[in-house]
């Protein structure tokens, strides 16, 4: 009876153990996934901050900006750029539609848009769009 107890506990301690050491793997990678992914989150945002404040940098009011629009609602201000040494971009473009009902914007007010990505291997990997309203006099 007593024959091959020993080899019955030893393999059913290398079960648990083996269980406990997968479980501890898995649970970390994905923890390492979820934190890479908000890493590129976080990263897409400030890139597009860095948009928002490029843009505001060039102090263009809401006339010069109806005169550069060529009669569009939407259209680009400052091309895909790329922050230096890094997997940054963003691009800005402003908006004069619409307002909460849906109508266009007052003359002097505008949206700034700004879209950061954060590009892995030449694809975006995370994009986050920021959206300011403008007032000028």
């Known amino acids: ?6 080899l019955a506990v030893t393999m059913m301690m290398l079960v648990i153990i083996s269980s ?3 479980g501890l793997w898995a649970s970390t990678r994905d923890d390492v996934l979820i934190a890479g992914n908000s890493r590129r989150i976080k990263v897409a945002t400030m890139s597009a901050e860095s ?3 490029h843009f505001m940098s060039l102090n263009l009011f809401a006339d010069d900006l109806r005169e550069m629009s060529g009669g569009r609602n939407t259209f680009p201000v ?3 750029q790329r922050i230096p040494d890094t997997r940054q971009f963003y691009d800005v473009r402003v908006s004069f539609c619409c307002d909460q009902s849906g ?3 007052t003359d002097q007010k505008y949206f700034v ?3 950061g ?3 892995s291997g030449g694809k975006v990997a995370s994009k986050t769009t920021i959206r300011a309203l403008v007032q000028t006099r």
């Open 78 to 80: 400052i091309p895909e």
């Open 1 to 6: 009876m007593r024959k091959g107890f020993t």
């Open 103 to 105: 109508q266009l914007l």
């Open 20 to 22: 406990l050491v997968v």
């Open 51 to 53: 948009g928002i404040h």
């Open 117 to 119: 990505y954060y590009k």
């Open 113 to 115: 848009i700004s879209d």
